[in-house]
């Protein structure tokens, strides 16, 4: 069975501590992705990676970084939390032919304080 | 204008009702399209593939409609499972899954 599993369900981080948001999947998928959900807003990419060592931004990166060391972790870095980086954050997984569907793990909810 | 545009609803009906979600994309080049189904604080999960020539899952039916930029999910026979958000999603250039802000569903008894 297909799995992306996020290291924590919740998270409760001060202004200014650096945030990391880990994600594995087992299925050996080379396209992963990061997205914030947020009301009214949707699912936000923050940052993709095709392949392993490989990252791009998406469409809200400030604040953010990516690693991709092994094909099945990606993580996400919150250099220094801000209290605008609360938000639900899924990661993502999918093949890299182009026309398959993405899977995603369960989320974390992250709260700076 | 933004690449993938979804009613936000709700759509409040009966149990039993027949309901129809649109979505539109700006993006021609777009090669494929899913609807996902979203419960309240969980991941999205995928409902459908969206096909050219239109697909039907049970009482999910689902269509695209390339000329005029849109797909379509329709439920027919409402049950109170139902409930919850259809998020849209088109793999735009480079494949990239960008989804809509969802559409909330409320199916009442």
């Known amino acids: 069975d297909v799995k992306v599993t996020q290291s924590s369900r919740y998270l409760v981080k001060r202004t200014g501590e650096k945030v990391f948001l880990e994600c594995v999947q087992d299925?050996?998928?080379?396209?992963m992705f990061w997205y914030r959900q947020d009301p009214g807003l949707g699912l936000r990419l923050i940052y993709f990676s095709y392949d392993v060592k490989m990252k791009e931004k998406g469409d809200i990166p400030e604040g953010y970084s990516v690693s991709r060391e092994k094909k099945e972790r990606f993580s996400l870095i919150l250099e220094s939390a801000s209290t605008n980086q609360t938000s639900m954050y899924l990661c993502?997984?999918?093949?890299?032919?182009?026309?398959?569907?993405?899977?995603f793990g369960q989320g974390t909810r992250l709260t700076v304080v | 204008r933004k690449e993938v545009e979804q009613d936000p609803g709700p759509f409040n009906v009966p149990e039993g009702a027949t309901v129809a979600f649109n979505c539109t994309y700006s993006?021609?080049?777009?090669?494929?399209f899913f609807w996902y189904r979203q419960d309240c604080r969980k991941e999205p999960k995928l409902l459908m593939s969206?096909?050219?020539s239109g697909n039907e899952d049970g009482r999910f039916t689902a269509q695209l409609n390339r000329a005029s930029q849109y797909i379509s999910l329709l439920i027919r026979d409402s049950k109170l499972s139902d409930s919850a958000t259809y998020l849209c999603?088109?793999?735009?250039?480079?494949?990239?899954?960008?989804f809509g802000r969802g559409t909330s569903l409320i199916v009442h008894p």
């Open positions: 993502a997984s999918r093949l890299m032919t182009g026309d398959t569907e993405a899977f």
């Open positions: 993006n021609s080049a777009s090669q494929s």
């Open positions: 299925m050996d998928h080379e396209n």
């Open positions: 999603v088109v793999n735009m250039g480079s494949y990239i899954p960008t």
């Open positions: 969206v096909y050219s």
